[in-house]
């Protein structure tokens, strides 16, 4: 069976085409776009402007392309929220909402499960079931931004955020990162064409210097990206500075070693004066030490970038565990007696499984 035609996954030029070869007015292209994207419509019912017949035309050709939200989980703190969506042919993909004081990021998935197998991550040791479509990817983002509309939506006054310090500024997305399951260069394609339909300002218009992707470190994704004309941050999770350890956690350090993956990132930064962001899960007693550290600094020192750390979130498939409090201390001191920027992030939405890495299939 083909699959019906979704709206999500086509670029406008597409939809123009669609309904060129329908004789339908080259306008209904622009109309249906800014439902989809600025009105956020998730039914072709909520598209008024359309004549009835046009509707019933759609609706039996095509589908907007929306999953299903299978389950939604918040945490204790009311603070982190997790969705699961069904996606066709059974496969399941899992989003994040987090609010922060000033920020509500979308932590959004690239692929059903991953193919990379890094040793500490809930989502590597379940596999790869396929790769997201961008209309999938893109449908995460709508997702909460429909939810958000439906709670209150739009801006809040400043006036009225500051009043509230409990409550964040804005009850719209500030930030989207490509960090939920999946290697989003693993998948490069769909994803940048996501990305673009996000940023595209005739839709939803949200700024690539507010959305993140981040890698495992795959080379060729790295030098493709440099060449992008679109401002998206990258993140690079590097997790160890010796390629003993890294070929261990992160086993596609085989394949591009440090002595591969910094050379590219350098270039990166040099072709578009971005900074980059280096992620470092904290395991105890593993690359926890002051010699890593201190091979970290070695590594990106005079590098345009940034380091986060964040403590390991425990998942089932592997026993490490997250590093102290003492040891984080340690480990920053190094970082910060070499003029390393890090920061430590928040771990976030740990008793809904919603933490980086947590984010798994389970049946
Ligand atoms: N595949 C991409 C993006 C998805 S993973 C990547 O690897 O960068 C998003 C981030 O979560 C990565 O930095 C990843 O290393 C990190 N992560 C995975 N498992 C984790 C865990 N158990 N605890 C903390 N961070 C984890
Ligand atoms: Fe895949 Fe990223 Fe998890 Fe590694 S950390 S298995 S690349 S999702």
């Given amino acids: 069976m083909t699959r019906p035609l979704a709206l999500l ?46 509707r019933e035309r759609l609706a039996q050709e095509t589908i907007i392309g929306v999953p299903a939200p299978r389950m939604e989980q918040r945490s204790s703190d009311g603070q982190t929220r997790k969705i699961l969506f069904a996606l066709p042919e059974g496969a399941q993909v ?59 939506g739009g801006q809040k006054s400043e006036v009225a955020s500051r009043k509230s310090d409990l409550q964040p500024p804005t009850s719209s997305l500030t930030n989207i990162v490509l960090m939920g399951m999946g290697e989003p260069f693993a998948n490069y394609d769909q994803v940048m064409s996501a990305v673009r339909r996000l940023n595209d300002p005739t839709g939803f218009n949200f700024g690539a210097r507010r959305m993140t992707v981040s890698t495992v470190g795959l080379v060729p994704g790295i030098k493709r990206l440099a060449q992008e004309d679109i401002q998206i941050n990258l993140a690079v999770s590097l997790h160890a500075a010796t390629d003993d350890l890294r070929d261990q956690l992160v086993p596609i350090n085989q394949r591009y070693p440090l002595s591969v993956l910094l050379p590219a990132v350098r270039e990166y930064i040099e072709r578009t004066h971005r900074r980059v962001s280096f992620e470092w899960a904290l395991i105890e007693g593993v690359n926890d030490t002051p010699e890593q550290a201190r091979a970290l600094a070695r590594l990106v020192k005079g590098m345009l970038c940034h380091v986060n750390l964040i403590p390991l979130n425990p998942t089932s498939g592997y026993p490490g565990a997250a590093s102290t409090r003492q040891r984080i201390a340690a480990f920053r001191a190094v970082l910060e007696s070499a003029n390393i920027p890090n920061t430590l992030r928040l771990r976030r939405g740990i008793d809904i499984q919603a933490g980086c890495g947590q984010l798994a299939q389970r049946q």
């Avoid at 004081?101 to 590597?124: K, M, N, P």
């Fill in 94 to 152: 899992e989003s994040v909402l987090m609010d922060y004081e000033r920020r509500r990021t979308a932590c959004i998935s690239t692929q059903a499960g991953c193919a990379v197998g890094c040793l500490f991550c809930a989502t590597g040791q379940s596999g790869l079931q396929r790769n997201l479509t961008s209309g999938e990817i893109v449908a995460q983002v709508l997702y909460f931004a429909r939810e958000l509309k439906s709670e209150g």
């Fill in 9 to 54: 996954d086509q670029s406008f030029d597409q939809l123009q085409d669609l309904f060129a070869s329908w004789g339908e007015p080259a306008y209904r292209a622009n109309q249906v776009w800014s439902r989809l994207y600025q009105k956020l419509a998730a039914s072709f019912d909520e598209m008024t402007e359309l004549p009835k017949s046009l």
